[in-house]
């Protein structure tokens, strides 16, 4: 796979040149199919130091955690402007291979989330009586009335949209020959930044009818 082969949104993780991480260049080069001149056995190696560094990597982050200083940890979650979108798409990709990493774990992913995040918490507040209650649910879309969610829409009634509808709709939308996201993009800017001046004027207006209500 050359570097043109891979979807745009890993060309910046896909990219020969970036230094090692959790995966050296070769590992990248080997899982991208990039070097086939493996024999069985030198691919059987790969495959182990490959998981050695993942599991290690984990270990790592209970270190980083406790012992790396704000101001580092602050920098890393603070990429470029124009590194920002591959910086997101790993982070996703990393929760969504511990998600599928750890199904049937001894210990529930869901549990694993609360007390990580309820642990971060602690520290911000830094007080250990610092409490949240986090919920996470994985809850499948089912089939929805598209008639229905077509006339809500051509009746503006967006607050009786379920998020499901949403979800599903926005994909059944995408995967549509007559909808291209990248085709509409300029114009969905223009159409966010009027919804933005919108809201901003309903906002203020707001403000001046509760000012006189108060007065």
Do not use: C, W
């Not at 790969?46 to 982050?61: G, S, W």
Request: avoid cysteine; glycine fraction near 4%.
């Amino acid at each position: 796979m050359s570097q043109d082969d891979v979807p745009e949104s890993l060309r910046m993780a896909a990219d020969s040149d970036r230094p090692r991480g959790i995966l050296t260049p070769s590992d990248r080069d080997f899982l991208l199919g990039r070097k086939t001149d493996y024999t069985d056995h030198s691919k059987k190696q790969k495959r182990n130091r490959i998981r050695r560094r993942v599991r290690n990597a984990i270990l790592d982050f209970s270190i980083l955690f406790e012992y790396m200083e704000e101001r580092d940890r602050e920098t890393v979650f603070d990429p470029n402007d124009e590194d920002r979108d591959a910086y997101t798409q790993g982070i996703t990709d990393m929760l969504a291979f511990l998600h599928l990493g750890t199904m049937g774990y001894h210990t529930p992913f869901k549990d694993m989330l609360s007390e990580g995040v309820g642990k971060a918490e602690q520290r911000l507040a830094g007080s250990n009586y610092r409490m949240v209650n986090v919920e996470f649910n994985v809850e499948p879309v089912g089939q929805i009335d598209v008639d229905e969610v077509v006339e809500k829409l051509e009746n503006e009634e967006f607050a009786q949209l379920t998020d499901e509808e949403l979800r599903a709709f926005v994909r059944l939308l995408t995967m549509s020959d007559g909808f291209s996201p990248s085709d509409n993009r300029e114009e969905i800017k223009d159409r966010v930044d009027e919804f933005a001046e919108q809201v901003a004027e309903s906002t203020d207006s707001r403000e001046q009818t509760l000012e006189e209500l108060t007065n």
